[in-house]
């Protein structure tokens, strides 16, 4: 079985595939701090809570946007299934031609996400990412990817509102009854779901105006479900889309190295 892991500034997404399906996935806070021995205990105990156990992994695949967590998830992997995972990196096969100036600078989250979308649906495509940041990447219909855009997220957005205006208090993020508030919180979150669902639909159609086809657009990340439900232009969800990524990607070296 294979253990994917998507490293995020906010969340840690883990995967259990066997084969091409995903058995079970969990969520877990990022703690830059985490140690291997912290990281493997935890793992163990949802292995467990799932009936499944350390013996069951064989392969380990890594994406990460958090530097400090590296090493510690290295050492985990090696110390506790015994094997030496899969980073997401240079010199890793993805299929994609990544067009961009400098395409060292590209997110590994990014990377993975349009090798899934683009295995799963084809091109071209724009995949939007809800996570700390939110970001857009543009993938052509012969798999090159193109670039895309970030904006700040959901998450980080709402603790800036909250720290910075002294009167504000945090928020459920739920879809409000009505866009007009009639009390603080219902104008916050009126102000934030669609807030966020102008700024997706605008920046996709002016993404849709540099492509030469119509694309497809993806979305994928925490609150993809909740934007997606009130988007004109999101035409599918894929919240385990970065594992997927890792799954591919990992095959596609496992079956380079055999070669």
Known sequence: MLLTIDVGNTHIMLGIYKDEE?????????REDS?????GMVIKNLLHNSRLSLKDINAVAISSVVPPLMYSLERMSTK???????????GIKTGLNIITDNPREVGADRIVNAVAAYNLYGGPLIIVDFGTATTFCGVSEDGD????????????????????A???PRVEIVRPTRVIGKDTVSSM???IIFGFVGQV???VRRMKDEFRQEPLVIATGG?????????????????LLTLEGLRTIHNMNLRGNEK
């Open 22 to 30: 995903v058995l079970v996935y969990w969520r877990l806070p990022t």
């Open 35 to 39: 140690t291997e021995d912290e990281l």
């Open 80 to 90: 506790y299934f015994k094997v030496e995972p899969l980073v997401i990196g240079p």
């Open 145 to 164: 990817y193109l670039g895309g855009v970030i904006a700040p997220g959901i998450g980080i957005s709402i603790e800036a509102l909250f720290e910075k």
């Open 166 to 168: 002294a009167k504000l």
């Open 189 to 191: 979150q009126s102000g």
């Open 201 to 203: 639909d605008e920046i």
């Open 223 to 239: 609150f993809a479900s909740l934007i997606a439900s009130e988007s004109d232009t999101i035409n599918k969800v894929n919240t």
